[in-house]
């Protein structure tokens, strides 16, 4: 059971619609048990949502979906406290790297990985789990 803890309840949120939208696949990284209302439950600190090249890019670009994915999560979790960052494989482009910065989120470039982005949305205090 999740905690409703504004943060927990944005990143879930957030977690569904990528899912929706681009067919990634979500985990969350970090969690801590709380008591709520005399339950345990998991408040989420971390999650990463794991966006196949194909749904991430459309041509040269950012994909319409994902943009606009990146534009939400940057917004909602700013609201509650958040970060989103972009970890992308070494075979993003100048481009793709532009249109990801232009959507207010950060990134780093993985030399290592070879295909899909992670998109990692944590706690202001917990920076970026890699």
């Given amino acids: 059971m999740l905690a409703n803890d504004p943060y927990t309840q944005s990143v879930t949120q957030q977690a569904n619609a990528w899912q929706q939208e681009t067919g990634a696949s979500t985990e969350v990284v970090k969690a801590s048990q709380v008591v709520e209302n005399g339950q345990n439950v998991q408040r989420i600190d971390s999650q990463k949502v794991v966006v196949p090249n194909e749904k991430m890019v459309s041509g040269k670009h950012l994909a319409p979906k994902a943009k606009?994915?990146?534009?939400?999560?940057?917004?909602?979790?700013?609201?509650?406290?958040?970060?989103?960052?972009?970890?992308?494989?070494?075979?993003?482009?100048?481009?793709?790297?532009?249109?990801?910065?232009?959507?207010?989120?950060?990134?780093?470039?993985?030399?290592?990985?070879?295909?899909?982005?992670?998109?990692?949305?944590?706690?202001?205090?917990e920076g970026v789990p890699l």
């Fill in 68 to 125: 606009q994915q990146l534009v939400n999560a940057k917004s909602q979790s700013a609201k509650v406290g958040g970060n989103v960052h972009v970890i992308c494989p070494a075979s993003a482009t100048k481009t793709v790297l532009n249109d990801i910065s232009n959507t207010g989120v950060t990134y780093t470039q993985e030399p290592t990985m070879q295909n899909g982005y992670v998109v990692v949305m944590s706690r202001n205090n």
